[in-house]
């Protein structure tokens, strides 16, 4: 579906790919980030477009000159990675409460962490220049070497699926964990004080931003590098993790090459080209999608997930949407649905059912089908998944 621009007074335009009316809190949202002055040529919303802070989830900003951290937000770096396997369904018959349960013991979830740092995080190159970090965070090496290799909580996760042709792919759902969350906090609080400093006029505080050049931006761009590597180095960690188990069950415990390996971030910021000029591009839930680049747009449990190859449509800044969205609030999903409709809605799949997950419900996101189909301009499909086991955060 090409997209629609948004009907809006401001000074640039919202391109939208998404096929409903967005609601009026969203469309506020929306005309906020569209006039603040450094937005280059024009704002675009994916399919999975909702509520966010600041800006809208599924919206990708490009600035020029100029970064605004709570754009970004607070789980720097959060993103997916998948793998696909030599292995076929057949193979795990009998096995997934097993592997479920190898799983949660060798994966720390929600506020767990490991008891130590193994030798492939303490080896981790980055990890030299910590004391370079915000001072806010200083205290955290600690925690956040324990940290490397945990999924967090909420919606992240982790899965074993089946594509069409009944091979089995590996995928997970985590971000930059509290370090990265910390990070964020401290640079949006300064981001917050330089505004007020200056007597801003802002539509919305937490479009407090960082004008390049300055200490400040310098600083934070440092941080988001970092905070979107150990994201993206947590992911591989736990994948690590994760194969290991599934080559013990599936494979007598003899290490596979993966046929296809997918590692990518969907809320962070990058330096691009575009329309031939440099400017700072920000993907607030939202996934890169330029020629060649593979992509994850995972659907709710007990739903259906994406690889895509990008298209490299440059009116979307080379993106396409992370995932399903939601309809509904989580307190409102705890409300609308029952222990009952859980168990319904992930029947076949191999996870919790319990009254703390039914925030992640199936019924509380948007029909992923619906979504993927209206970004064939962005995106096309090369797999489509189906999960048999789930482990949440």
């Known amino acids: 579906m090409p997209y629609q621009p948004l009907k809006i007074s401001t000074e640039k335009p919202v391109l939208s790919w998404a096929d409903h009316d967005l609601a009026s809190a969203e469309m506020q949202m929306a005309k906020n980030v569209a006039s603040l002055p450094f937005v280059y040529k024009h704002v675009a919303l994916m399919p999975d477009v909702h509520l966010g802070k600041g800006a809208l989830v599924g919206s990708v900003i490009a600035t020029e000159d100029a970064v605004i951290p709570a754009a970004v937000g607070v789980d720097i770096g959060c993103g997916m990675a998948a793998i696909k396997t030599p292995y076929q369904a057949a193979q795990l018959e009998g096995k997934l409460k097993q592997i479920r349960s190898e799983i949660e013991a060798t994966i720390p979830v929600v506020f767990e962490q490991n008891k130590e740092a193994d030798k492939m995080v303490t080896n981790w190159q980055n990890w030299r220049n910590f004391k370079d970090l915000h001072k806010g965070v200083q205290k955290l090496?600690?925690?956040?070497?324990?940290?490397?290799?945990?999924?967090?909580?909420?919606?992240?996760?982790?899965?074993?699926?089946?594509?069409t042709e009944n091979q089995i792919w590996l995928m997970l759902h985590s971000g930059s964990?509290?370090?990265?969350?910390?990070?964020?906090?401290?640079?949006?609080?300064?981001?917050?004080?330089?505004?007020?400093?200056?007597n801003l006029s802002l539509p919305d505080p937490d479009l407090a931003y960082f004008v390049a050049g300055t200490d400040e931006f310098a600083a934070y761009w440092r941080d988001l590098q970092w905070a979107q590597n150990y994201a993206r180095f947590n992911r591989d960690v736990m994948?690590?993790?994760?194969?290991?188990?599934?080559?013990?069950?599936?494979?007598?415990?003899?290490?596979?090459?993966?046929?296809l390996s997918v590692n990518c971030h969907h809320n962070y910021a990058e330096k691009e080209l575009h329309f031939g000029k440099e400017v700072y591009v920000t993907r607030k839930g939202a996934v890169r999608a330029r020629e060649e680049d593979y992509g994850i747009i995972p659907g709710s449990m007990g739903t259906k997930s994406y690889i895509v190859k990008g298209k490299g449509n440059h009116d979307s800044y080379c993106s396409c949407s992370h995932g399903a969205g939601r309809l509904m609030s989580r307190t409102k999903a705890k409300k609308a649905y029952t222990l009952d409709d859980l168990i319904e809605q992930t029947e076949g799949v191999e996870c919790r059912k319990?009254?703390?997950?039914?925030?992640?419900?199936?019924?509380a996101y948007k029909p992923i089908e619906k979504v993927i189909n209206q970004q064939s301009d962005l995106v096309e499909v090369v797999a489509t998944l189906k999960q048999v086991l789930c482990v949440k955060g």
Do not use: W, Y
Request: aromatic residues 2%.
């Open 177 to 198: 964990r509290h370090i990265g969350n910390k990070l964020a906090q401290c640079h949006i609080g300064t981001a917050k004080k330089l505004a007020k400093l200056a």
């Open 239 to 259: 994948m690590k993790r994760f194969k290991q188990i599934i080559d013990k069950h599936l494979g007598g415990g003899k290490p596979t090459k993966p046929l």
């Open 354 to 363: 319990d009254r703390g997950v039914l925030d992640e419900i199936p019924g």
């Open 141 to 163: 090496e600690g925690k956040a070497l324990k940290q490397m290799g945990s999924l967090g909580g909420g919606n992240h996760f982790i899965e074993v699926c089946l594509d």
